[in-house]
C-alpha cells in the first residue's frame, strides 16, 4: 500500500463539459435526457463466470501497537463481515517502509540476535496475534513509501554505519554476472548546483568498477525515469582497489546537476563488519558516506551534501532536525538485529486473521516478505501455515517493488529464487506478483540498452529469458488513481474519467506481454492512497468504488478488493486539513468503536447484497454498451445475469441530476427489454449526507438502500448521484 503514483494526462474537453453542465443542471430529481443501456446478452460475447466471493474481495494491514484487538473485537467482525465482501487480501506494509517482517515474533537469527531473521514454522508455539517488521541498519534511502521513520546510513554523517545492497543480488545467488545486476545509490541535491568533484567512503565489500553519472535531459529520475538518461561525467569511469575514501575529480570545470548516481558492476567480495562466517557479508557492496561538490579554488573540497541521522519525504526541518541530503538505492541487505523493532505498529497475526471469520472459511491470499528477506523466511511462513491447517488461495512474494526504485530485472531475479524455493517445498503454490504500487498508466523505468522503459515488459521478458514464466501464476496490481483532495468538479471529473484509467492500465498490462491465460488481480485499492482522505466518506466515495469494482471485473480482471477492511478512526488530512476521513467503510472513535457505517459500506452492500446474489453461485458477467447525448460516461453500467437467470443491471449515476434510462438485451437473436415487475433498488445522495466536524465528522442521514418495483410500462428513472440496481426477467 500507500503507492508512487503515475498521474495520466486527464481529457480538458471532458472536464469543461462536465463544469459547465453542473453549473446549469440544478433539476435534481427532473430526468434530463434518456440513456440508452444496451446489454451484449450473447453467450459467446460473456466475459467471465463469476462467484461472488471470489471476485470481490477485502483487505487487512499493519495497524498502530497495541490496537489489534480492539479492531477484530467481535462486535467489528461482524459489522466488517455485515458488508458482504468474499475472500481476503493480506498487505504487507513492512516492504514500504524498507523492514523485515518477522512474520512470527519466534524465530531464529543466523548470529545469536543479530543476522539473518528466519521465524519459527514450529507448530508447538503459541498463535500469532500480530507481527512485527524490523528496521534495516544498512538502509539507504532517505524517504520510503511507508511512515518515514528512518534515514539513509549514506549521508548520516556516522563514521560507524554503512549502506550495503542485498547479496541476493550477487552472482552466488542470481547465477549471473554482477554486471548484469548492477547496484547503484542516487543522490538528490533537490536543486541544480555547480559539481565537479565527489568523495565516496568505501567498505567491504566495495566496488571493484564503477561510473558515476548525472541525470540529462529529463527533470525527475525517481519520479519520471523514461524523460531522460544516466550520462557518465568525464572522469566518472572508477576503479577501487581497497575500502577506504576516494575523492575523485569528475569534471575539469563544474557542471549544473541535480540527480547523480554511483552505478557499480565489479565487487571486491570482501567481508563486511559482521565477519567471515555468512557468504551474505562478504557480496555486493557498502558504502559508509557519500559526498558530492566541488573543489574550490584552493583545491578543497566543498560538500554540497547535509550529513545528519534524519530522513523524510521533503527537505525541511522534522523532529530529528534538518533533514539529509536525500538519497536513494538499489537494494538493501536484510541484514538486522533484535535491537531494530518496530514498537509503534504491527501486522495482524496471520492465526488471528485465519480464525477471525474474516475470510469466510475461503482460502486467503498471503504475501511473503522478499525486498528485505530470505527465500528461508518466505518459506518458514507457508510451512507454517500448511501445518496450522490455514488455507491459502496464492502467494504474493513481495509488494510495491515501484515504490522501491526497484529495477525489473533485479525484482525478477529475487522473484525466481523465491518461486524456487517455495515450489521446492509445495510445487502446487499459486505464486505472482509484481504488485504494483498504484499507477495509472503503464508503469516505466530507466531505459535499458535496448530503450525499453517499461517495467513490466522488461520483468516478463526476464522470467521468459529463463524459462521461468510458469513460475508467475497471477498478475496482481494495486490500483489508487487520485490525489484525495479534490471537490465539486474536479472531485465529479474523476468519477467521470475512472472507466477509461481502468482500460488504460489493463491494456498497457497485456500490450506489456502479459499473457492472457495468466490473470488478472487487484490486492489492494481505493480512491486515493491518501490515508486520511475524505473522499471514501462522501457518496462520490461510495459511486467510485462500485465502478471501480465492477469495472476492473468487466474488463477481465479476475478479481478485485476493497482497502481497508478495519474501522480505523477518522483523522486529519495533512494536505486539505478541513477534511476529516480514512479509507475505511466505517466512522469509529479512537478506541475502534463504530459510530456508523459510512459510504464505502452501502456500496458493499449494493455489490454484494443487491447485484450479486448473496447466496452465491455462477454469475455471468456481460459487456454493455451505455449512449448519452450529454456529458461522456456520467451513467456507467454493468450486467450481470444471476444463476436462476434473473438479469441483474448495475448502474453508477455520477450526474447532479436524475436520468431515464432504457434498457435492452440483444441475444444475437432478439432484441429485449426487461418483462413484467422489476426490481429497483437505490443508494445514493437521498439516502447519505456526510457532515464535516473534524473527528466526530460522520454521516445524517445514513439510510440504507431502498427497495420499490417498477412495471414494464414505467419509466425507469436513475436518482441523481446514485447506485441503482435493476433486477427482472426479459421478454421472450
Same mark, same amino acid.
Request: overall charge neutral; proline content about 6%; some cysteine.
Given at each position: 500500500?500507500?503507492?508512487?503514483?503515475?498521474?495520466?494526462?486527464?481529457?480538458?474537453?471532458?472536464?469543461?463539459?462536465?463544469?459547465?453542465?453542473?453549473?446549469?443542471?440544478?433539476?435534481?430529481?427532473?430526468?434530463?435526457?434518456?440513456?440508452?443501456?444496451?446489454?451484449?446478452?450473447?453467450?459467446?460475447?460473456?466475459?467471465?463466470?463469476?462467484?461472488?466471493?471470489?471476485?470481490?474481495?477485502?483487505?487487512?494491514?499493519?495497524?498502530?501497537?497495541?490496537?489489534?484487538?480492539?479492531?477484530?473485537?467481535?462486535?467489528?467482525?461482524?459489522?466488517?463481515?455485515?458488508?458482504?465482501?468474499?475472500?481476503?487480501?493480506?498487505?504487507?506494509?513492512?516492504?514500504?517502509?524498507?523492514?523485515?517482517?518477522?512474520?512470527?515474533?519466534?524465530?531464529?537469527?543466523?548470529?545469536?540476535?543479530?543476522?539473518?531473521?528466519?521465524?519459527?514454522?514450529?507448530?508447538?508455539?503459541?498463535?500469532?496475534?500480530?507481527?512485527?517488521?524490523?528496521?534495516?541498519?544498512?538502509?539507504?534511502?532517505?524517504?520510503?513509501?511507508?511512515?518515514?521513520?528512518?534515514?539513509?546510513?549514506?549521508?548520516?554523517?556516522?563514521?560507524?554505519?554503512?549502506?550495503?545492497?542485498?547479496?541476493?543480488?550477487?552472482?552466488?545467488?542470481?547465477?549471473?554476472?554482477?554486471?548484469?545486476?548492477?547496484?547503484?545509490?542516487?543522490?538528490?541535491?533537490?536543486?541544480?548546483?555547480?559539481?565537479?568533484?565527489?568523495?565516496?567512503?568505501?567498505?567491504?565489500?566495495?566496488?571493484?568498477?564503477?561510473?558515476?553519472?548525472?541525470?540529462?535531459?529529463?527533470?525527475?529520475?525517481?519520479?519520471?525515469?523514461?524523460?531522460?538518461?544516466?550520462?557518465?561525467?568525464?572522469?566518472?569511469?572508477?576503479?577501487?582497489?581497497?575500502?577506504?575514501?576516494?575523492?575523485?575529480?569528475?569534471?575539469?570545470?563544474?557542471?549544473?546537476?541535480?540527480?547523480?548516481?554511483?552505478?557499480?558492476?565489479?565487487?571486491?567480495?570482501?567481508?563486511?563488519?559482521?565477519?567471515?562466517?555468512?557468504?551474505?557479508?562478504?557480496?555486493?557492496?557498502?558504502?559508509?558516506?557519500?559526498?558530492?561538490?566541488?573543489?574550490?579554488?584552493?583545491?578543497?573540497?566543498?560538500?554540497?551534501?547535509?550529513?545528519?541521522?534524519?530522513?523524510?519525504?521533503?527537505?525541511?526541518?522534522?523532529?530529528?532536525?534538518?533533514?539529509?541530503?536525500?538519497?536513494?538505492?538499489?537494494?538493501?541487505?536484510?541484514?538486522?538485529?533484535?535491537?531494530?523493532?518496530?514498537?509503534?505498529?504491527?501486522?495482524?497475526?496471520?492465526?488471528?486473521?485465519?480464525?477471525?471469520?474474516?475470510?469466510?472459511?475461503?482460502?486467503?491470499?498471503?504475501?511473503?516478505?522478499?525486498?528485505?528477506?530470505?527465500?528461508?523466511?518466505?518459506?518458514?511462513?507457508?510451512?507454517?501455515?500448511?501445518?496450522?491447517?490455514?488455507?491459502?488461495?496464492?502467494?504474493?512474494?513481495?509488494?510495491?517493488?515501484?515504490?522501491?526504485?526497484?529495477?525489473?530485472?533485479?525484482?525478477?531475479?529475487?522473484?525466481?529464487?523465491?518461486?524456487?524455493?517455495?515450489?521446492?517445498?509445495?510445487?502446487?503454490?499459486?505464486?505472482?506478483?509484481?504488485?504494483?504500487?498504484?499507477?495509472?498508466?503503464?508503469?516505466?523505468?530507466?531505459?535499458?540498452?535496448?530503450?525499453?522503459?517499461?517495467?513490466?515488459?522488461?520483468?516478463?521478458?526476464?522470467?521468459?529469458?529463463?524459462?521461468?514464466?510458469?513460475?508467475?501464476?497471477?498478475?496482481?496490481?494495486?490500483?489508487?488513481?487520485?490525489?484525495?483532495?479534490?471537490? #465539486? /468538479?474536479?472531485?465529479?471529473?474523476?468519477?467521470? $474519467?475512472?472507466?477509461?484509467?481502468?482500460? *488504460? &492500465? %489493463?491494456? @498497457?498490462?497485456?500490450?506489456?506481454?502479459?499473457?492472457?491465460?495468466?490473470?488478472?488481480?487487484?490486492?489492494?485499492?481505493?480512491?486515493?492512497?491518501?490515508?486520511?482522505?475524505?473522499?471514501?466518506?462522501?457518496?462520490?466515495?461510495?459511486?467510485?468504488?462500485?465502478?471501480?469494482?465492477?469495472?476492473?471485473?468487466?474488463?477481465?480482471?479476475?478479481?478485485?478488493?476493497?482497502?481497508?477492511?478495519?474501522?480505523?478512526?477518522?483523522?486529519?488530512?495533512?494536505?486539505?486539513?478541513?477534511?476529516?476521513?480514512?479509507?475505511?467503510?466505517?466512522?469509529?472513535?479512537?478506541?475502534?468503536?463504530?459510530?456508523?457505517?459510512?459510504?464505502?459500506?452501502?456500496?458493499?452492500?449494493?455489490?454484494?447484497?443487491?447485484?450479486?446474489?448473496?447466496?452465491? #453461485? /455462477?454469475?455471468?458477467?456481460?459487456?454493455?454498451? $451505455?449512449?448519452?447525448?450529454?456529458?461522456? *460516461? &456520467? %451513467?456507467? @453500467?454493468?450486467?450481470?445475469?444471476?444463476?436462476?437467470?434473473?438479469?441483474?443491471?448495475?448502474?453508477?449515476?455520477?450526474?447532479?441530476?436524475?436520468?431515464?434510462?432504457?434498457?435492452?438485451?440483444?441475444?444475437?437473436?432478439?432484441?429485449?427489454?426487461?418483462?413484467?415487475?422489476?426490481?429497483?433498488?437505490?443508494?445514493?445522495?437521498?439516502?447519505?449526507?456526510?457532515?464535516?466536524?473534524?473527528?466526530?465528522?460522520?454521516?445524517?442521514?445514513?439510510?440504507?438502500?431502498?427497495?420499490?418495483?417498477?412495471?414494464?410500462?414505467?419509466?425507469?428513472?436513475?436518482?441523481?448521484?446514485?447506485?441503482?440496481?435493476?433486477?427482472?426477467?426479459?421478454?421472450?
Amino acid at each position: 500500500m500507500r503507492v508512487f503514483q503515475t498521474v495520466v494526462l486527464l481529457c480538458a474537453v471532458i472536464y469543461e463539459s462536465l463544469a459547465s453542465a453542473a453549473a446549469v443542471r440544478r433539476t435534481g430529481d427532473v430526468p434530463l435526457g434518456t440513456v440508452e443501456v444496451r446489454v451484449d446478452a450473447r453467450p459467446s460475447h460473456r466475459i467471465a463466470m463469476l462467484q461472488p466471493l471470489e471476485a470481490l474481495g477485502s483487505t487487512v494491514d499493519k495497524e498502530p501497537a497495541g490496537s489489534i484487538p480492539r479492531l477484530y473485537s467481535r462486535q467489528n467482525v461482524a459489522a466488517m463481515l455485515d458488508a458482504g465482501w468474499g475472500w481476503l487480501s493480506y498487505r504487507l506494509f513492512t516492504e514500504l517502509s524498507v523492514q523485515d517482517w518477522h512474520w512470527n515474533p519466534t524465530g531464529r537469527f543466523s548470529e545469536k540476535d543479530g543476522g539473518y531473521w528466519t521465524s519459527s514454522a514450529s507448530t508447538r508455539r503459541s498463535a500469532i496475534i500480530d507481527s512485527f517488521g524490523y528496521r534495516l541498519p544498512h538502509r539507504g534511502f532517505t524517504p520510503d513509501q511507508g511512515n518515514n521513520a528512518d534515514y539513509s546510513r549514506l549521508t548520516d554523517g556516522d563514521p560507524r554505519t554503512y549502506w550495503k545492497s542485498n547479496p541476493y543480488l550477487s552472482a552466488p545467488y542470481t547465477r549471473e554476472s554482477d554486471a548484469l545486476h548492477p547496484q547503484w545509490a542516487v543522490i538528490d541535491l533537490e536543486h541544480r548546483q555547480a559539481v565537479d568533484a565527489i568523495r565516496i567512503a568505501w567498505v567491504n565489500p566495495y566496488a571493484t568498477k564503477y561510473t558515476v553519472q548525472y541525470w540529462s535531459g529529463g527533470d525527475d529520475p525517481m519520479g519520471d525515469p523514461a524523460k531522460g538518461r544516466w550520462q557518465a561525467f568525464s572522469g566518472g569511469v572508477l576503479r577501487q582497489r581497497a575500502a577506504s575514501t576516494v575523492s575523485a575529480r569528475l569534471e575539469t570545470r563544474p557542471i549544473v546537476v541535480r540527480f547523480v548516481r554511483v552505478l557499480m558492476t565489479q565487487s571486491s567480495n570482501t567481508c563486511d563488519s559482521h565477519g567471515t562466517k555468512d557468504r551474505r557479508n562478504c557480496v555486493g557492496y557498502a558504502i559508509g558516506e557519500l559526498s558530492l561538490g566541488r573543489i574550490d579554488a584552493r583545491g578543497h573540497f566543498v560538500d554540497a551534501v547535509r550529513h545528519a541521522r534524519c530522513g523524510g519525504e521533503t527537505a525541511g526541518l522534522y523532529r530529528c532536525g534538518r533533514r539529509q541530503t536525500a538519497t536513494y538505492v538499489s537494494s538493501v541487505d536484510p541484514w538486522h538485529t533484535a535491537r531494530d523493532r518496530v514498537r509503534d505498529q504491527e501486522q495482524p497475526g496471520l492465526d488471528l486473521i485465519a480464525r477471525s471469520g474474516l475470510g469466510r472459511g475461503l482460502p486467503m491470499m498471503v504475501p511473503v516478505p522478499m525486498l528485505y528477506s530470505t527465500p528461508e523466511n518466505a518459506v518458514a511462513e507457508i510451512r507454517y501455515m500448511r501445518a496450522h491447517q490455514i488455507r491459502l488461495f496464492a502467494v504474493e512474494l513481495g509488494e510495491e517493488p515501484d515504490g522501491q526504485y526497484t529495477t525489473p530485472e533485479d525484482d525478477a531475479a529475487l522473484y525466481l529464487q523465491w518461486a524456487r524455493a517455495l515450489h521446492a517445498f509445495d510445487p502446487h503454490l499459486r505464486l505472482g506478483g509484481p504488485v504494483f504500487s498504484g499507477v495509472n498508466a503503464d508503469l516505466q523505468t530507466w531505459a535499458d540498452a535496448h530503450g525499453d522503459v517499461s517495467w513490466l515488459h522488461r520483468f516478463l521478458r526476464y522470467l521468459h529469458a529463463h524459462r521461468a514464466l510458469h513460475e508467475l501464476s497471477f498478475m496482481s496490481f494495486e490500483h489508487y488513481p487520485f490525489d484525495g483532495c479534490e471537490r #465539486g /468538479a474536479a472531485l465529479q471529473h474523476d468519477l467521470l $474519467v475512472e472507466p477509461s484509467i481502468q482500460k *488504460a &492500465v %489493463v491494456d @498497457a498490462w497485456r500490450a506489456d506481454g502479459l499473457p492472457s491465460r495468466i490473470p488478472m488481480y487487484v490486492t489492494e485499492a481505493n480512491f486515493s492512497a491518501t490515508n486520511f482522505t475524505q473522499t471514501p466518506m462522501l457518496v462520490a466515495g461510495g459511486l467510485w468504488q462500485a465502478d471501480y469494482m465492477a469495472g476492473f471485473l468487466s474488463l477481465g480482471v479476475a478479481r478485485v478488493v476493497y482497502y481497508q477492511y478495519e474501522p480505523v478512526p477518522l483523522s486529519q488530512n495533512r494536505q486539505c486539513r478541513s477534511d476529516w476521513g480514512n479509507l475505511t467503510m466505517f466512522a469509529a472513535n479512537s478506541r475502534a468503536r463504530i459510530r456508523a457505517r459510512t459510504a464505502q459500506f452501502w456500496a458493499a452492500r449494493m455489490l454484494t447484497r443487491e447485484w450479486f446474489d448473496a447466496r452465491g #453461485g /455462477a454469475h455471468g458477467l456481460y459487456p454493455v454498451s $451505455v449512449q448519452f447525448a450529454g456529458t461522456p *460516461a &456520467v %451513467v456507467t @453500467a454493468y450486467a450481470l445475469r444471476r444463476p436462476g437467470g434473473e438479469w441483474s443491471l448495475l448502474l453508477i449515476n455520477k450526474d447532479v441530476t436524475a436520468h431515464t434510462v432504457r434498457a435492452t438485451f440483444n441475444d444475437g437473436v432478439a432484441t429485449r427489454s426487461f418483462r413484467g415487475t422489476v426490481t429497483r433498488v437505490v443508494w445514493g445522495a437521498k439516502q447519505y449526507v456526510w457532515h464535516t466536524r473534524g473527528a466526530s465528522s460522520a454521516p445524517q442521514p445514513d439510510d440504507p438502500p431502498t427497495h420499490d418495483m417498477l412495471q414494464t410500462n414505467e419509466p425507469i428513472v436513475v436518482p441523481a448521484q446514485s447506485l441503482i440496481v435493476l433486477r427482472g426477467n426479459t421478454t421472450s
